[in-house]
């Protein structure tokens, strides 16, 4: 297959990227327009690979769409081009309302005007697989409100409640993409997933950051009280999971992908904090690090998938378990101090985002 990967640069994109190029006898066209996230260096692996191919191209660009689909002749499409920083979407929402919507509309009309081109053995192979976020379905209900019950997970059918202005922007793309299948018969796929960490990733989520933060001696900044619930999962095994659904999904088919990983924030911190005074010791515990800060605006408690349909129907499972995978991407976070630093590059140096002024006038 000839598969176009939108986002390719970033944290997740380029772990598919790898996973294709180094596991399969596929092609990888990756579109990126290269933004602060999104970093060439991850793809280093396998950047001189016959089968990679790279087009800086912004997703809103309908002339460079049509141009890429035109000379590439894509077998199928998995679209992970997104701004997709809860907190950078609090302070700066028209960025996430431009890319994730009118760049997943606009990707969508392209990718249809190519599908509708194509011979009908070609057309009927065609797959667009839209990569999305569990954030879509709210938040779930919390063990303090839970007490014994027990606790439910988002499958497929919960209804979407997003909080956030990112979340917001992901489940109206969602929504573009079944559109596209209901009125038009385009052949779509959507996933949604939990919260991913790994090597790769960009140090404004939590994980790099506590661990860049820490090495550093700096606060490791924790908002609220930490008992934020998240379903953590692995890159990597995320990249064989979305693999397996772009070539062995049903067409009009949702796909959770979770890491079967419930974790308070605070929780992830403290095996940060242990992992480091096992593998770089210093004269305290790196948790003396550990402060508290006022927490997000309208910050969802608790996120956790039900991914048994994607083992039942695609025999995907995970392969690690958080602690494996942490460990690991401590690891990597060390022995990849150089990369950090560039993709840093100078325009974000791990300061706080996302705080709004409570205190406007009137108020």
């Given at each position: 297959?000839?598969i176009?990967?939108?986002?390719g640069?970033?944290?997740?994109?380029?772990?598919v990227?790898?996973?294709?190029?180094?596991?399969?006898?596929?092609?990888?066209?990756?579109?990126?327009k290269?933004?602060?996230?999104?970093?060439?260096?991850?793809?280093?692996?396998?950047v001189n690979?016959?089968?990679?191919?790279?087009?800086?191209?912004?997703i809103?660009?309908r002339?460079?769409l049509d141009?890429v689909?035109?000379?590439?002749?894509?077998?199928?499409?998995?679209?992970?081009?997104?701004?997709s920083h809860?907190?950078?979407s609090?302070?700066?929402p028209a960025?996430?309302?431009e890319?994730?919507?009118?760049?997943?509309?606009?990707?969508?009309e392209?990718?249809?005007?190519?599908?509708?081109s194509?011979?009908?053995?070609a057309?009927?192979?065609f797959?667009f697989?839209?990569?999305?976020?569990?954030?879509v379905?709210?938040?779930?209900p919390?063990?303090?409100?839970q007490?014994?019950?027990a606790?439910?997970?988002?499958?497929?059918?919960?209804?979407?409640a997003?909080s956030?202005p990112y979340?917001?922007?992901?489940?109206?793309?969602?929504?573009l993409?079944?559109?596209w299948?209901r009125?038009y018969?385009?052949?779509t796929i959507v996933?949604?997933?939990?919260?991913?960490y790994?090597?790769?990733?960009?140090?404004e989520k939590?994980?790099?950051?506590v661990?860049?933060?820490?090495?550093?001696?700096?606060?490791?900044?924790?908002?609220g009280?930490?008992d934020q619930?998240?379903?953590?999962?692995?890159?990597?095994?995320?990249?064989?999971?979305?693999?397996?659904?772009v070539t062995?999904?049903?067409?009009?088919e949702?796909?959770?992908?979770g890491?079967?990983?419930?974790?308070?924030?605070?929780?992830?911190?403290q095996?940060?904090?242990?992992?480091?005074d096992?593998?770089?010791?210093?004269d305290?515990?790196?948790?003396?690090l550990i402060?508290?800060?006022?927490?997000?605006?309208?910050?969802?408690?608790?996120?956790?998938?039900d991914?048994?349909?994607?083992?039942?129907?695609?025999?995907?499972?995970p392969v690690?378990t958080?602690?494996t995978?942490l460990?690991?991407?401590?690891?990597w976070?060390?022995?990849?101090?150089?990369?950090?630093?560039?993709v840093q590059?100078?325009s974000?140096?791990?300061e706080?985002?996302?705080?709004?002024?409570?205190t406007?006038?009137?108020?």
């Amino acid at each position: 297959m000839k598969i176009i990967v939108t986002g390719g640069a970033g944290f997740i994109g380029s772990a598919v990227i790898r996973h294709i190029i180094e596991n399969t006898n596929d092609s990888v066209i990756n579109i990126d327009k290269l933004t602060y996230a999104g970093n060439l260096e991850s793809l280093n692996s396998i950047v001189n690979n016959e089968r990679y191919k790279f087009e800086q191209v912004d997703i809103c660009d309908r002339v460079a769409l049509d141009r890429v689909f035109a000379e590439h002749k894509p077998d199928a499409l998995m679209h992970l081009a997104a701004e997709s920083h809860v907190d950078r979407s609090i302070t700066g929402p028209a960025e996430f309302i431009e890319t994730n919507i009118v760049g997943t509309y606009t990707l969508l009309e392209a990718a249809r005007e190519y599908w509708n081109s194509l011979i009908d053995s070609a057309k009927l192979a065609f797959r667009f697989h839209h990569i999305s976020t569990d954030e879509v379905y709210g938040d779930l209900p919390h063990p303090d409100e839970q007490g014994s019950k027990a606790l439910p997970l988002f499958t497929e059918q919960t209804s979407y409640a997003p909080s956030s202005p990112y979340s917001a922007s992901k489940a109206s793309s969602d929504h573009l993409v079944r559109a596209w299948l209901r009125t038009y018969g385009f052949p779509t796929i959507v996933t949604n997933c939990s919260n991913n960490y790994g090597p790769y990733h960009f140090p404004e989520k939590l994980i790099p950051l506590v661990i860049l933060n820490a090495l550093e001696g700096k606060k490791l900044p924790i908002y609220g009280k930490g008992d934020q619930i998240r379903d953590w999962l692995f890159v990597e095994d995320h990249a064989r999971a979305l693999y397996k659904v772009v070539t062995e999904g049903k067409i009009g088919e949702t796909y959770n992908i979770g890491g079967h990983n419930e974790k308070q924030n605070i929780e992830v911190v403290q095996t940060i904090c242990s992992i480091l005074d096992d593998l770089v010791p210093k004269d305290s515990p790196y948790s003396e690090l550990i402060t508290y800060v006022a927490d997000r605006p309208g910050h969802d408690r608790r996120y956790a998938i039900d991914s048994s349909k994607m083992s039942a129907e695609l025999n995907w499972t995970p392969v690690e378990t958080f602690e494996t995978g942490l460990r690991k991407t401590v690891q990597w976070y060390l022995d990849n101090q150089t990369w950090c630093q560039n993709v840093q590059d100078g325009s974000y140096q791990r300061e706080r985002l996302g705080e709004i002024n409570m205190t406007a006038k009137g108020n």
